[in-house]
């Protein structure tokens, strides 16, 4: 998939052209050789037919000048003192590995054709220096080159890839957004095979988290807070079609492709994106938000490739059924789409959900919703009969591993969604009202000094649940 050049680098590049170089200067100062420059004149400032033709007549001149040959530096090597030859280089670079199909191949036979710019990518740590982001978008032209002409990857290409994902990384980070999007476009340019996406997602602490930050950010729900992405909340739509967190729908798009290319690896990605960044719920909230059909259609495409596994059904299907992602492709359904590609997916994953529902009891349900870490409000936790019928199971089923969960999510601050330990609490005084003789167990697991400890709380509703939770406590406490 074809992308409109950022325009933040643009602007770069065209001011770089635009600039006159001495570079008669630079030969009698040793920095660039004679050929160098005649070379460099036979391509400059021509037009991109004169300039294919001249590099397609001599390949391999082009290749010792930006790569060197023969034991002879290249260019790029020989002219590190001088700023303005490298900027203008890397432009050129990247102006010839575009306009000259054949030259990206001639570049690939060279024994180490990343050498001269991989340097480049930690020349400075000044934002305002344009040579790390002009070699970053000469090395993705290449190596996506690479990646075109042959599948199989070669050890000097990994590591080349891992070196310039690591510094897309940080520019992922940056508070400005036109910065962001540059990095976000160069991943989608590389993610183009198998082992490109695998090698994005061993790197995924540097590559996916920021990502995910945005997405996080435009759903109006930062790291640390959950409550939004929960419970669904609306975000505040920018004036630009975006969405909330200064996140415009450009950059949301860019970041969700490359999320979705990431995704052909479900198999690899799917629980690891779920355990790590609750990216089921995410995605059902940025779907309640998408601002156009195809933020819509990259959304729904990337849920399908996560869920479709058979390894990551058991898990990721209870968690899109508690984040009510079926409720919301029955709405989505009543939308006027037109996109085919889109609502094939929906039909798809409304029916593997459907599917899935169908075969749930109520137990399976809140089963599913404990073992998330995110309670809500839904209907078993305020349901007598669902209570006497299986609080026992509760305690007992898989070594008592729910209420061994509910303890965890008990012990987190939820500092951001009070209403997590209200639900919890309640839980509580529902276990020790049908089974008063397994409050041990619950003793046990500091169930009891928990909920004791959140009659403190500021929260109007845990404060009234805890109370509730340790009144059935006291109902037997005068018991052996």
Request: charged residues 25%.
């Amino acid at each position: 998939m074809s992308l409109d050049p950022p325009t933040y680098l643009n602007s770069w590049q065209n001011n770089i052209r635009a600039r006159p170089i001495p570079w008669e200067g630079a030969v009698r100062t040793g920095t660039i050789t004679d050929n160098d420059l005649k070379r460099i004149k036979a391509v400059d400032k021509v037009r991109k037919e004169q300039r294919r033709q001249t590099v397609e007549a001599d390949p391999e001149a082009y290749q010792v000048l930006l790569l060197g040959g023969e034991g002879g530096k290249s260019v790029l090597e020989s002219s590190t003192k001088r700023a303005d030859i490298i900027q203008y280089i890397l432009v050129l670079a990247g102006d010839l590995i575009n306009d000259v199909p054949t030259l990206p191949s001639a570049l690939l036979d060279h024994p180490d054709p990343y050498k001269p710019f991989l340097p480049f990518l930690s020349h400075s740590t000044n934002p305002e220096d344009p040579i790390p982001l002009l070699t970053s978008s000469v090395l993705t032209s290449l190596i996506a080159s690479a990646q075109t002409a042959t599948p199989k990857s070669t050890p000097k290409t990994d590591e080349a890839l891992s070196k310039l994902y690591k510094y897309l990384s940080g520019l992922t980070k940056s508070q400005d957004s036109g910065v962001q999007d540059i990095a976000v476009q160069e991943y989608s340019s590389l993610l183009k095979t198998k082992k490109s996406r695998e090698l994005f997602w061993k790197q995924r602490g540097e590559t996916v988290t920021p990502l995910v930050d945005i997405l996080r950010s435009a759903a109006g729900a930062s790291k640390d807070n959950d409550s939004t992405v929960w419970s669904g909340g609306s975000s505040i739509r920018g004036s630009d079609g975006g969405l909330s967190g200064g996140v415009g729908l450009q950059l949301l798009y860019h970041v969700l492709l490359v999320i979705w290319q990431l995704s052909f690896e479900g198999t690899l990605v799917g629980k690891g994106l779920e355990e790590e960044h609750e990216i089921i719920p995410l995605y059902t909230s940025l779907l309640r938000l998408s601002p156009k059909e195809k933020t819509t259609r990259l959304l729904l495409s990337t849920l399908l490739n996560i869920v479709t596994p058979a390894s990551n059904r058991t898990i990721l299907l209870p968690i899109a059924t508690t984040a009510r992602l079926p409720a919301l492709l029955s709405n989505l359904k009543g939308r006027h789409l037109a996109d085919p590609d889109l609502l094939d997916d929906l039909s798809t994953l409304t029916d593997l959900l459907a599917e899935y529902t169908s075969s749930q009891t109520t137990f399976d349900e809140y089963a599913s919703e404990v073992l998330s870490g995110h309670l809500r409000w839904s209907p078993p936790h305020r349901d007598a009969t669902f209570w006497r019928d299986n609080a026992r199971r509760i305690l007992e089923e898989n070594g008592g591993e729910l209420p061994k969960k509910l303890s965890e999510i008990m012990n987190k601050g939820w500092e951001s969604d009070k209403q997590v330990l209200a639900v919890a609490c309640n839980d509580v005084g529902c276990l020790v009202r049908e089974c008063p003789e397994k409050r041990s167990q619950l003793e046990r697991l500091g169930v009891k000094a928990r909920v004791m400890e959140l009659m403190g709380e500021a929260n109007e509703a845990v404060r009234w649940e805890s109370l509730r939770a340790v009144g059935e406590w006291l109902r037997y406490s005068f018991e052996g």
